[in-house]
């Protein structure tokens, strides 16, 4: 997103649209799918001799589930995006662009689950137990405490 210095007027601007998804380079990552459009939600102001611009990113997409392996879509906001440009009077515009596409990086999690109670797939056979259950399931694991049962207090 380029921010056209001259057009934002003494008290600030507020700006709202999206940028293409392609922006944030995501292609050939197999834990990610359908990346939608980049939106933003950006109040800008000039102070002085520097462009202030804060307010919110939001990014629809498809992750894979970490525990079973699923596509399930999502929204990464972030709800803090705050930059500081140094500006001239001569600055015709100011490319944001790579400063969002890394902040929503961070916001996107390194261990994403498609929901709190995702039961994921059996270590013993990968059915995904979310769908159906296994026979291994079953199995009653040991307790790792159950001796403590046994000791005589
Ligand atoms: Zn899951
Ligand atoms: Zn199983």
């Known amino acids: 997103m ?7 007027p003494e008290g600030g ?19 990610i799918r359908a990346v939608g459009d980049v939106r933003y939600e950006l109040h800008i102001q000039q102070v002085s001799e520097e462009l202030m611009v804060h307010g919110m990113l939001l990014l ?34 100011v490319d944001i662009t790579i400063d969002m596409r890394e902040d929503l990086l961070l916001h996107i999690s390194a261990f994403p689950v498609c929901g709190e109670g995702c ?7 990968g059915a995904d137990l979310n769908k159906r259950s296994c026979a291994c399931e079953k199995q009653e694991r040991p307790n790792p405490w159950s001796g403590l049962d046994s000791l005589n207090l």
Do not use: H, N, W
């Open 60 to 93: 629809d997409l498809d992750l894979k589930c970490a525990r079973c392996t699923q596509f399930f879509s999502t929204t990464v906001a972030d709800s803090d995006f705050v930059r500081a440009y140094p500006v001239s009077k001569d600055t015709e515009s």
């Open 119 to 125: 039961k994921g797939l059996c270590a013993q056979c």
């Open 2 to 8: 380029k921010i056209m210095v001259a057009r934002i």
């Open 13 to 31: 601007s507020y700006l709202e649209g999206d940028d293409p998804g392609t922006i944030m380079e995501l292609e050939g990552i197999p834990s």
